[in-house]
């Protein structure tokens, strides 16, 4: 066998995956109403970060931790918001609770980022952030990973929306906005405000 | 049957994805002082190996315990087996116990796709005699990713890969070279035609028999064991001759390029295919293999095992990724 050149194989275009789930064909969430503007939510956050640093008398072993995927922008935000009140810098992390989830094996759970836990939690302030605050269970389920990574000596949950519908006695420290609505609605949070909706029409 | 690893043509590009973006996850669970989550907590893992290893079963069992499954362990040498039970009879045994998944290594190519269709479990395949080994090749590509830096959900287009030595009987090679074609690389065998396979027919790749031409052309350089137990009458002269040819030795390293990487699937015949110095440069990621390893049977158990019809249809898989945004909260 002589030398034969190499095949380029054609591989297909890959890195769009995030994409198709946010947006799956007919099945993308309208919005019906906007419920808090893009300044709203900026002065709501403002708020919960001098809430917080009014709890804990300042922000000495604090440590904020986003909830994947809709909590970590918001926990950027307000890490922010308490270094430019506070003057000090404090820890920033990310929790991804997929595989703490009580609901493993009865419907599909995919991990969607990378935990980032900065610090050992022991003896730490932990603030919880996510965007809503719905049935409580991941909320619960992040419960149960802070534990892994340290005692922590509090944790504390800031929201931006309570919709309501706990399963779980749960409840949050530090709340942007309660939300009434209805199970089948849909709340979204961005950075340009929080919008109630639903699902399209299944398009077929 | 519920769904299972048989071959990564089975998973198919997308498939390898997932799994590869899922071990990132699961890598961060290794390196914590805790590492394990209760995700598979009440599913049993039974690995049922009917030919030797280390590193797979104990990767398999280490990635199932940090998901908190159960396992059993089944060695071929110390069962009914040398009684004479059948294959189907042992399978249908262990699967009557209720375990969720079984990992089956077995010397015959095929066995785990026939017990796939006898068992109940989800039936993956940690190397079937000379025809797949798709764990071995997801951590290979994991790995690559990893050391080359690339980016979560990037493929490998233009990718140079060089695999060296005993094509013919390796299942290695034939998962790898279905991973890394599906992943865009450009694949290379080089190999005495002794050790090709008779046909290289359908196969997305080049072939060599000169090393030392394909060196300079390498971004990583994938070095296979010269498998002496499957070795079948005389297909290479002598060990002193295939080193001298096909091992990879300090001189030749210097014609890689500086950032190619060195893998090897293991166990290595240090001095044979590779020589002991070369083993140990930084640029030999051998050692990372096995650390992946985990990593990736870790993602490969929780999609099989987790997340209903992660591996089977895309219907069902961006359904369910629908839910899970709708359901957050």
Same mark, same amino acid.
């Given at each position: ?51 917080? =640093? ?7 072993? #604090? +440590?904020?931790?986003? *909830?994947?995927? !809709?909590? /970590?922008?918001? %926990? $950027? ?41 900065? =610090? ?7 603030? #919880? +952030?996510?965007?809503? *605050?719905?049935? !409580?269970? /991941?909320?619960? %389920? $992040? ?62 | ?329």
């Amino acid at each position: 066998m002589g030398s034969v050149r190499p095949i380029r194989t054609e591989g297909p275009k890959l890195g769009e995956r995030d994409l198709e789930l946010a947006r799956p064909a007919g099945r993308a969430f309208v919005a019906k109403s906007t419920v808090m503007s893009a300044d709203d939510v900026r002065r709501a956050l403002r708020r919960i970060a001098h809430e917080i =640093v009014e709890r804990n008398h300042g922000t000495d072993d #604090l +440590v904020v931790i986003g *909830l994947a995927a !809709g909590g /970590t922008p918001l %926990a $950027a935000d307000i890490a922010k918001l308490l270094v430019e009140i506070d003057g000090r810098e404090v820890p920033l992390g990310s929790l991804d609770v997929s595989f703490y989830r009580d609901d493993i094996g009865t419907r599909s759970v995919l991990p969607n980022s990378v935990t980032k836990v900065p =610090v050992d939690l022991t003896g730490k302030v932990v603030v #919880l +952030v996510d965007d809503v *605050l719905f049935t !409580g269970r /991941t909320v619960r %389920a $992040a419960l149960d990973a802070l534990a892994d990574h340290g005692r922590a000596r509090a944790v504390q949950l800031a929201v931006m929306i309570d919709r309501g519908h706990r399963e779980l006695p749960i409840r949050p420290d530090f709340v942007g906005k309660n939300l009434p609505t209805r199970r089948d609605e849909l709340v979204m949070v961005t950075s340009d405000g929080v919008s109630l909706g639903g699902y399209a029409e299944e398009a077929s | 049957m519920t769904e299972g690893l048989l071959t990564i043509e089975d998973l198919g590009a997308q498939g390898i994805q997932r799994v590869l973006e899922l071990a990132e996850a699961c890598e961060e669970i290794s390196e914590r002082p805790i590492p394990k989550v209760p995700t598979l907590r009440g599913k049993t893992v039974a690995t049922l190996f009917f030919e030797n290893s280390t590193r797979t079963r104990l990767s398999f069992e280490t990635a199932a315990k940090r998901l908190s499954a159960d396992t059993m362990t089944f060695t071929a040498a110390t069962s009914s087996v040398t009684k004479g039970e059948s294959l189907r009879d042992t399978v249908e045994t262990i699967d009557a116990m209720g375990v969720d998944a079984m990992v089956i290594r077995h010397p015959s190519s095929g066995a785990p796709a026939l017990v796939a269709k006898w068992v109940d479990a989800a039936v993956i395949n940690a190397g079937d005699g000379q025809h797949e080994h798709p764990t071995q090749a997801l951590l290979d590509c994991y790995t690559i990713r990893r050391a080359l830096g690339l980016a979560t959900g990037s493929d490998f287009a233009g990718l140079r890969v060089t695999i060296v030595g005993d094509v013919r009987h390796s299942r290695v090679a034939r998962s790898n070279v279905a991973a890394l074609a599906a992943l865009g690389a450009i694949v290379t065998l080089v190999a005495p035609r002794t050790l090709l396979p008779p046909s290289l027919e359908g196969w997305p790749v080049g072939a060599t028999s000169d090393l030392d031409e394909v060196l300079p052309e390498t971004d990583v350089c994938y070095l296979l064991r010269l498998q002496a137990e499957r070795m079948v009458g005389p297909l290479i002269p002598d060990l002193d001759e295939y080193t001298r040819r096909f091992g990879l030795n300090r001189e030749r390293v210097r014609r890689l390029p500086k950032e190619a990487l060195i893998l090897h699937p293991g166990p290595m015949n240090r001095g044979v295919e590779i020589d002991d110095d070369v083993a140990d440069l930084d640029r030999s990621v051998i050692v990372d293999q096995v650390r992946n390893g985990v990593a990736v049977r870790m993602a490969v158990l929780y999609l099989l095992l987790g997340v209903p019809g992660a591996l089977g249809s895309e219907r069902a898989f961006d359904e369910a990724a629908v839910m899970m945004g709708a359901e957050r909260g």
